[in-house]
């Protein structure tokens, strides 16, 4: 699907208006609907976008700030970005959800709050503040990235006010880190847009083809996008909901045009989301986010073969989930069981009367890891891997008492 300049609102699946009470709101695929009320007994037979070839069933939601769900067999994470919303003080109207067959999106009332842009998405890798999806292939150095490719087909639906669907990745010149976090440059590819969404003339229209026959402009550059990080944006010439990016491609471009960018600087992960500013109202499915990087590929949405979905903590209230650190686009995936390269996982809980397995410099931990290192007992606070434990103020790793 192409975007339409003389239509604002891009229009999906048409579905049937399904009811919502104030502990669940009940998400659909493809186009904009109204809520009713219903009660609990009939959440499990909601059936999401009527007109695709097999129903979807809604298996979770959640409508917290920051809340997240387990997406793609859990190399993904769907994230109630309110960053926006919740920076200006306002309440939270907006959702997280999964369906039956794999699908999954996000859905919001217009917004009344006006400030920076709310930015529900989903990630694959990791974030500069720690936010990690539990992947081997990310963090990545850039210089050892030969392949990276992005696979997307989303329904969206949003009318009302200025959006965009966006991809975007981080560079960063040291492991993620929630106290410092170490991006130097933001990466966006605008993907379609509407209601308005303009960053002026290109700074180089037409600057890159990729191996798809994409043509991609380098639309904007800022010194800041909401953090210290020099934002460089990138549009998809005429703008599409589906299809495949060489990602590769603006990462060569990256490294002749921008200053700054050696191939040392880290590769955060893959995010694909929505923006959207005061005025809009809207709903996105996503049957399709692929991710492959040297040769490994990494699929959600209905049309991969995993087809399952699951939430971070196994619930799905709507009143958890962390909140943003940096500028909002954070959040607290919860310190889940991450594993390494060798096959073995972190100890995520208990004290000292439990035994936690040796610190390994190779290993990935995620906030809330334990291990034992000469003879204490240590706990992560934040993302890392590589970081020996000593005892130090402020440093990732801290002793248990």
Known sequence: MTRDDSDNTTTGDSTAALERDDQDRLP?????????????SALAATVLGTSSAAA???TA???GSFATLEVGGGDFLLINNDWGTDAAGGDIDMCVWTADDGSYGYEWGTRTTGGEPNYPQALVGTKPWGDDTG??????????????????DADVSISGGEWNLAEEW?????????????????????????????????VAEGAIEDDHGNVIDHWATYNSG??????????LAGGATSGTVDLTAI??????????VSD??????????????????????????????????????????????????????????????????????????????????????????????????????????????????????????????????WYVWQPVD
């Not at 963090?139 to 696979?151: H, I, M, Q, S, W």
């Not at 990462?251 to 700054?260: A, C, F, L």
């Open 28 to 40: 659909t695929g493809g186009s904009r609907r109204r809520f009713l009320q219903v009660g609990a």
């Open 56 to 58: 979807r069933t809604r």
């Open 61 to 63: 939601e959640k409508c």
């Open 135 to 152: 992947i081997e292939s990310f963090p990545v150095a850039r210089g050892d990235v030969d392949e990276l490719e992005l696979t997307f």
């Open 170 to 202: 981080w560079l960063m010149d040291g492991q993620p880190n929630s106290q410092n976090p170490p991006h130097t440059h933001e990466i966006m590819l605008v993907l379609d847009w509407g209601g308005g969404h303009d960053h002026g003339s290109p």
């Open 226 to 235: 909401g953090t210290s990080a020099d934002f460089h944006i990138f549009r």
């Open 251 to 260: 990462m060569s471009y990256v490294e002749t045009e921008i200053s700054g």
């Open 264 to 393: 040392d600087l880290l590769l955060s992960g893959i995010e694909l989301g929505t923006e959207y500013w005061v005025g809009t109202s809207g709903d996105v499915r996503f049957d399709t986010f692929d991710v492959t990087i040297n040769g490994q590929t990494y699929s959600s949405g209905s049309e991969t073969a995993d087809g399952g979905s699951g939430s971070s903590d196994g619930g799905s209230g709507d009143n958890d989930g962390g909140t943003g650190s940096d500028g909002g686009s954070g959040s607290d995936s919860g310190g889940s069981d991450g594993s390494s390269g060798d096959g073995s996982a972190p100890d995520n809980g208990g004290g000292n009367g439990r035994s936690h397995p040796a610190w390994k410099p190779g290993q990935v931990y995620r906030q809330g890891d334990r291990v034992t290192h000469d003879g204490t007992v240590w706990e992560a606070q934040w993302w890392t891997r590589g970081q020996e434990p000593h005892n130090e103020a």
